[in-house]
């Protein structure tokens, strides 16, 4: 393989491209099996609320540590991936009828969309569970028991899973674009 005949920059490209389509991959399935299996059964079990909200608090933590990390590590390797296929001599078509390099510049701002969708919707949810979270520990360090309105904790965490339900669609759709950006 010499640089000249462009083998090390297509060689590039793809690797950039595999680490996004991994990553948004990574986290629409993490997503998407959170929304459509561990949150109802979560919201559908017979969990005080109180139990509930610390449940979910597991739940949350466990996925808070890698998913902006992610989230980030996608969008540059599409983007350096969007930048590489566009200097190209040649420009491909892809499925949808864009040159390759545009699909992973849409790629990249579907996965990066997330922050600010997140930011925008989710966040509120995140603050009132971890408060009713923070309550119930704080109550129970002192040897009593947190007074918890079952229905909004319930309802809270129900949306929380159809928001990150919605966030996995804009993770899927990078994916997609990644994917079939050849």
């Known amino acids: 393989m010499s640089l000249r005949n462009g083998s090390f920059l297509t060689a590039f490209v793809s690797s950039a491209r595999l680490v996004g389509v991994a990553g948004a991959g990574l986290i629409a399935g993490y997503d998407l099996g959170l929304s459509h299996s561990v949150i109802p059964a979560l919201v559908n079990s017979s969990l ?12 949350f933590n466990s996925g808070a540590r890698f998913v902006i990390p992610v989230i980030v590590g996608s969008t540059v390797a599409f983007l ?14 892809t499925i949808f ?15 990066f969309a997330a922050l600010p969708y997140s930011a925008i919707s989710i966040t509120p949810v995140i603050y009132r569970l971890k408060g009713v979270n923070n309550d119930v520990e704080t109550f ?13 904790v319930r309802r809270d965490v129900e949306a929380w899973g159809k928001k990150n ?6 993770f899927a759709a990078s994916f997609v674009l990644g994917l079939t950006a050849v």
């Open 80 to 93: 350096e991936a969007a930048y590489r296929a566009s200097i190209r001599p040649t420009q491909v078509q």
């Open 97 to 111: 009828g864009l040159t390759n390099g545009k699909q992973l510049v849409l790629a990249a701002f579907a996965t």
């Open 140 to 152: 129970k360090s002192k040897g009593e028991v947190a007074v918890v309105d079952g229905n909004a």
């Open 48 to 59: 005080p609320a109180e139990r509930l909200a610390e449940a979910w608090n597991q739940v």
């Open 165 to 170: 339900a919605v966030r996995a669609g804009l």
